[in-house]
């Protein structure tokens, strides 16, 4: 069920670009047809990248994960706090 709904969201998708190529950029039946043959996949990918699927989802390892621990976050927050400045205050 769910892979036919992606399947539809595609198609649906397809024909939008369609239909904003031909009507909104005045082009050609056979050069929105191309175009929105080549939108759908990258406008896919950029949807796939920007929203990860869950865990759950997908059933695998989430790919974008927090890089550094929480831990670090109270060390950066400490080393900004105590950064030495290099001016000079005795006014030289």
Do not use: N
């Amino acid at each position: 069920m769910k892979r036919a709904k992606h399947a539809a969201l595609v198609l649906c998708l397809f024909v939008l670009y369609c239909v904003l190529l031909s009507q909104g950029l005045k082009a050609g039946a056979a050069s929105a047809f191309f175009g929105a043959l080549a939108a759908v996949p990258l406008t896919v990918h950029i949807y796939r990248r920007i929203w990860p699927p869950t865990i759950a989802e997908g059933r695998r390892r989430r790919i974008y994960q927090r890089v550094a621990p929480s831990e670090c976050d109270a060390a950066e927050a400490e080393y900004a706090t105590t950064r030495i400045s290099t001016r000079s205050s005795d006014g030289e």
